[in-house]
């Protein structure tokens, strides 16, 4: 059975198997926010810290139908809090308190010569969990076609799309394994997420990470109903994992996040495009303010199954 499930990973794609030697099956892991001031502005001049906070739990479950097909499933739970001591108007969502529901479900078909395409439906429920009605949801997907060109390098090429409460978001994405040396390896969801990996022995692990994805959230408080938050980052920095004992893993990260911004718009303030570098058709007016970039640290616990 194990055998069957290491298949799986390994025709599916990097996300949690790189070319190393364990796959993650569960993840539980939190965030830590450094405190940033506020950017003052004409319409802001707060003089206290925002502190952000999260939380993530992932769990992985895949089913094997024959050799040659998978039914991949996975769910994912997220959690962003973003708290100070300020008092703001009562149309502002603060603190700001929102949550991610994430289901991926959908097949994975290998060809003859190793190749596969996945496509992966990709419901959400984006929300303050506040007044949930359909508006909290969220639909899209991704699809991937997969070629393998040697033993050490494996490239998907596809796109994600969301239809995100702001509007179409589309990605373009590559997803690479590529082992470098028996040392090295590289793995990633580009430009979603990527690791540079060193192993320095069977236990330990070192590298650089990065994370960079674009989400959003619908408010259900009665005084901002239906508004939305927007929440933007990309997380760069270091990364060092160790095997505690058997399946058991502990990961740290610590680095540094550009562009963070949590954004309140009007349910009705939308755009036409997003894509990775540029959006399209963009005359929003944001309603809170922004603070400032900073350092985070990062822990997960993670269950995983050795190659």
Same mark, same amino acid.
Request: with cysteine; aromatic share 14%.
């Given at each position: 059975?194990?055998?069957?499930?290491?298949?799986?990973?390994?025709?599916?794609?990097?996300?949690?198997?790189?070319?190393?030697?364990?796959?993650?099956?569960?993840?539980?892991?939190?965030?830590?926010?450094?405190?940033? #001031?506020?950017?003052?502005?004409?319409?802001?001049?707060?003089?206290?810290?925002?502190?952000?906070?999260?939380?993530?739990?992932?769990?992985?479950?895949?089913?094997?139908?024959?050799?040659?097909?998978?039914?991949?499933?996975?769910?994912?739970?997220?959690?962003?809090?973003?708290?100070?001591?300020?008092?703001?108007?009562?149309?502002?969502?603060?603190?700001?308190?929102?949550?991610?529901?994430?289901?991926?479900?959908?097949?994975?078909?290998?060809?003859?010569?190793?190749?596969?395409?996945?496509?992966?439906?990709?419901?959400?429920?984006?929300?303050?969990?506040?007044?949930?009605?359909?508006?909290?949801?969220?639909?899209?997907?991704?699809?991937?076609?997969?070629?393998?060109?040697?033993?050490?390098?494996?490239?998907?090429? =596809?796109?994600?799309?969301?239809?995100?409460?702001? =509007?179409?978001?589309?990605? #373009?994405?590559?997803?690479?394994?590529?082992?470098?040396?028996?040392?090295?390896?590289?793995? =990633?969801?580009?430009?979603?997420?990527?690791?540079?990996?060193?192993?320095?022995?069977?236990?330990?692990?070192?590298?650089?990470?990065?994370?960079?994805?674009?989400?959003?959230?619908?408010?259900?408080?009665?005084?901002?109903?239906?508004?939305?938050?927007?929440?933007?980052?990309?997380?760069?920095?270091?990364?060092?994992?160790?095997?505690?004992?058997?399946?058991?893993?502990?990961?740290?990260?610590?680095?540094?996040?550009?562009?963070?911004?949590?954004?309140?718009?009007?349910?009705?303030?939308?755009?036409?495009?997003?894509?990775?570098?540029?959006?399209?058709?963009?005359?929003?007016?944001?309603?809170?303010?922004?603070?400032?970039?900073?350092?985070?640290?990062?822990?997960?616990?993670?269950?995983?199954?050795?190659?």
């Amino acid at each position: 059975m194990k055998k069957r499930i290491v298949l799986i990973f390994m025709v599916f794609c990097g996300v949690q198997l790189s070319a190393q030697e364990s796959l993650d099956i569960v993840t539980v892991s939190g965030h830590f926010g450094s405190p940033q #001031p506020y950017i003052a502005d004409e319409n802001s001049n707060f003089k206290g810290d925002a502190t952000e906070r999260g939380a993530m739990v992932n769990l992985v479950v895949p089913i094997v139908l024959n050799e040659k097909q998978i039914w991949y499933n996975s769910v994912n739970y997220m959690q962003w809090n973003v708290n100070n001591n300020e008092t703001m108007p009562v149309d502002i969502a603060n603190p700001i308190q929102i949550h991610g529901l994430i289901l991926r479900t959908g097949f994975i078909q290998k060809f003859e010569n190793g190749n596969s395409i996945q496509a992966i439906f990709i419901p959400r429920l984006m929300s303050d969990f506040k007044n949930i009605n359909g508006k909290h949801f969220q639909f899209g997907g991704t699809f991937i076609y997969e070629k393998i060109y040697n033993e050490n390098l494996k490239i998907g090429y =596809g796109a994600l799309y969301n239809q995100e409460t702001f =509007g179409v978001n589309i990605v #373009p994405l590559v997803n690479l394994e590529w082992k470098m040396s028996e040392r090295w390896s590289m793995s =990633g969801l580009l430009p979603i997420y990527s690791k540079i990996k060193y192993k320095v022995n069977d236990k330990l692990n070192l590298g650089m990470h990065h994370f960079g994805l674009v989400t959003s959230y619908r408010l259900g408080e009665e005084a901002y109903q239906n508004d939305y938050i927007e929440r933007r980052s990309i997380d760069l920095g270091l990364f060092a994992r160790y095997n505690l004992f058997g399946n058991i893993h502990v990961e740290g990260r610590y680095g540094y996040s550009f562009g963070r911004s949590y954004a309140q718009y009007d349910e009705n303030d939308k755009i036409d495009l997003a894509l990775p570098l540029a959006t399209i058709g963009d005359n929003r007016t944001q309603k809170n303010a922004n603070f400032n970039d900073g350092t985070y640290a990062h822990i997960r616990l993670v269950y995983a199954i050795k190659l």
